[in-house]
């Protein structure tokens, strides 16, 4: 039992940190969304084509999650976004703690809607709040149809559900009906949203609903 | 520190565990091989690919590891092949006790080469010794050719690196020069397997290695 007992202070702690920081984004009007995905499901495509869609409508900041590398923030501070890339050192998800960090480095008063790229990890994510107001997964359509089956454990605490890559549905075999119904199944509250971040298709909805949010 | 402490002592137990399962399959004279890759990157499609083409040659077994369901172990019985399904419980990789607990349960007296099917996860499971003797990761083309350089901890310590779904490639900006160069610089020891488990163009050489190892 001693190993669960430090998991529990390790908990708390992150969720008293997590909170502090979701107090500070309330205090600055800042809506906060935590985007999970799988490696590869296109994160920072999302959040590039999030910010093109809201330019002149909102103030789009972000944090990058990776285990190493600054490529991410990289692509999205040339779209002129501000920006911070935090580094894990091969850790499997952000925590609260890094959050804040990053927080303390960006221009809150400049930012009306903050998006979160967590580690690449449809797994441990799901797990750490770091003080934002809405959970989304990414699963892309080339990931396949049965996502929801094996990762209940994300899919069934997220508010919204995009579905990427919408233009390789002609090259694949996945049934979208199906993977409907396994979201239905496991959260029936989510929002699901299909997009391709290639052809912009479905993003206006996305961009839509996130501005609802902040309004 | 006392968080330190506890993991080390994880670790090291996980590590006299994995021993063991490599003793034992050692003795019965079974190459194992853990596959890793993310969510829907095609491991269960390489194992069943991989059981057509060893057909007659070797005699293949499984564990399927995942958070949760039995889909893929299903998959791979109606294959003929002998599986054993390990779900995590929401866990994000597997570890040596759980493996002790399918060998237990496998016939391993009618197992040449037995296949480990990880968590769908690109960080955990390559800092979890399991007892085999080979670790691949299979990395999928709709990714994108930046994987290994935002998942080292992964790519660096893979025997062989195994990518899946080339199939697609007409659809998708992957530059497969650029991801093998990654792959170089970060193990340059890695074997790269280029295959498309739908059209099973590259599983030949793919399997060829797994049989060259079971001789």
């Given at each position: 039992m001693a190993e669960m007992k430090v998991v529990e202070k390790i908990m708390a702690a992150n969720d008293q940190i997590a909170e502090q920081n979701r107090r500070l984004l309330d205090e600055r009007g800042i809506v906060t969304v935590n985007l999970m995905a799988s490696p590869g499901a296109g994160k920072t495509s999302l959040i590039l084509c999030t910010v093109e869609a809201l330019r002149g409508r909102l103030r789009v900041g972000a944090i990058e999650g990776d285990t190493a590398s600054r490529v991410d923030a990289d692509r999205v501070a040339t779209a002129g976004v501000p920006v911070v890339q935090i580094n894990t050192?091969?850790?499997?998800h952000l925590d609260a703690p890094m959050v804040r960090y990053a927080l303390n480095r960006?221009?809150?008063?400049?930012?009306d809607l903050l998006l979160i790229e967590n580690v690449?990890?449809?797994?441990?994510?799901?797990?750490?709040?770091?003080?934002?107001?809405v959970n989304v997964v990414i699963a892309s359509?080339?990931?396949?149809?049965d996502k929801p089956y094996k990762y209940p454990g994300m899919f069934s605490v997220v508010d919204a559900v995009v579905i990427n890559k919408t233009d390789l549905l002609p090259y694949l075999d996945f049934d979208m009906v199906a993977f409907r119904e396994l979201i239905a199944g496991l959260n029936p509250e989510a929002r699901i949203f299909e997009v391709s971040c290639?052809?912009?298709?479905?993003i206006e909805a996305w961009a839509d609903w996130l501005a609802g949010m902040c309004s």
């Open positions: 050192g091969g850790g499997c960006l221009p809150l008063d400049e930012i690449g990890n449809l797994v441990c994510p799901a797990g750490f709040a770091l003080g934002e107001h359509v080339p990931e396949g149809d290639k052809t912009g298709e479905g």
